[in-house]
């Protein structure tokens, strides 16, 4: 396994060797100051960014943008789509923009939104390269994500718990993943009544065990490790393909120098004790269902960003007066 091999580097340097960085922010300050590769946003980053002095602006633009009279959901596709290209000039990689999770549960619809929300960023001159569109990880939103693969509109399948959501979303053909390490630690600590080391982390261990699947049988499908708790969650997992970090962690990061072993490498993946598996939609289905934990945290994370939309709604009817 690779360590560092520069004494001194910090190790958000270290990780950054084998781990694509990303910001999990709308804030444009902080992805300045850590120059992440890519950033992400959500509803409730969007929702926290725009009550912000710095950044109200981006709301005026987006009702003027959107014309006199348009929907409010009009508005606020602009408004996600005009925090994206701010964040595209700072980061030279993608931002994962998310759509709708009232839509989680349609399929046309979803598809709908998200060639809305690409077509916002090429009539303002970004390739739909540069963009993933963050869709649940639902049954109806994985095979979204895969009939939008084929017309080259990459995803971004959020609010990821389980092994089959992740083995769905492979077989779809979708870009990337984004496991929730912390929200699957929160409801192990509730559960167990106790805290986990990084090592036993049950989030960790879900993420290196999809890692481990999809090198092994060649998934092309990026897998982002998303929302940490503690620092230590994201050592465990460095070098995974992709990791999407808080300022908070990322200042941790950058202020510690000890050592960052490798620890999830695609040659050791490939030689992992795992079989292959397959998940129609009955089976998708009940096998979610058997996982109390993936089952109630994706409807808890629908129902937080909904619910989040729907301030951003009221946002923009205030605006309007």
């Keep these: 396994m690779a360590t560092t091999a520069a004494t001194g580097s910090t190790q958000l340097e270290q990780l950054q060797r084998y781990t694509k960085v990303v ?7 902080s992805m300045r100051k850590f120059a992440p590769q890519d950033a992400t946003t959500n509803p409730s980053l969007i929702l926290k960014a725009i009550t912000m002095p710095q950044h109200g602006w981006l709301l005026d ?26 964040i595209l000039k700072i980061v030279p990689g993608r931002v994962s923009t998310e759509m709708d999770a009232r839509l989680s549960f349609d399929i046309e619809a979803s598809i709908a939104k998200a060639r809305a929300l690409v077509a916002l960023y090429e009539q303002s001159g970004i390739s739909r390269e540069r963009v993933l569109i963050k869709v649940a990880s639902t049954w109806e939103g994985i095979q979204a994500a895969g009939r939008l693969a084929r017309e080259g509109i990459h995803c971004n399948l959020t609010l990821l718990f389980s092994f089959p959501q992740a083995v769905a979303c492979a077989e779809a053909g979708v870009q990337l ?8 630690l929160d409801w ?32 092309r499908t990026e897998v982002m490790g998303a929302s940490f708790r503690n620092k230590g969650e994201i050592l465990e997992l460095a070098g995974c393909d992709l990791l999407t970090i808080s300022p908070a962690l990322l200042d941790e990061l950058a202020a510690a120098t000890d050592p960052v072993p490798r ?18 939609e009955p089976a998708f289905r009940f096998a979610l269902n058997e996982d109390a934990m993936a089952t109630e945290k994706t409807a808890e994370g629908i129902r937080i ?7 951003l709604e009221q946002l923009v009817a205030q605006k309007r007066g």
Excluded: M
Aim: net charge positive; hydrophobic share 40%; no cysteine.
């Design 23 to 29: 910001a999990d922010t709308a804030d444009f300050e």
């Design 61 to 86: 633009q987006a009702l003027k943008n959107a014309g006199r009279g348009a929907s409010a959901d009009h508005v606020i596709d602009r408004l996600l789509v005009g925090f994206g290209l701010e």
């Design 177 to 184: 993943i984004s496991p929730f390490v912390g929200r699957i």
């Design 188 to 219: 192990h600590k509730k559960n167990a009544g106790r805290d986990f080391a990084p090592a036993e982390d049950p989030g960790v261990l879900s993420v290196r065990r999809i890692y481990e699947y999809y090198k092994k049988f060649g998934h």
């Design 263 to 280: 620890k999830l490498d695609p040659k050791a993946a490939a030689a992992a004790d795992l079989g292959r598996v397959t998940f129609d």
């Design 305 to 311: 960003f909904s619910a989040d939309i729907v301030r």
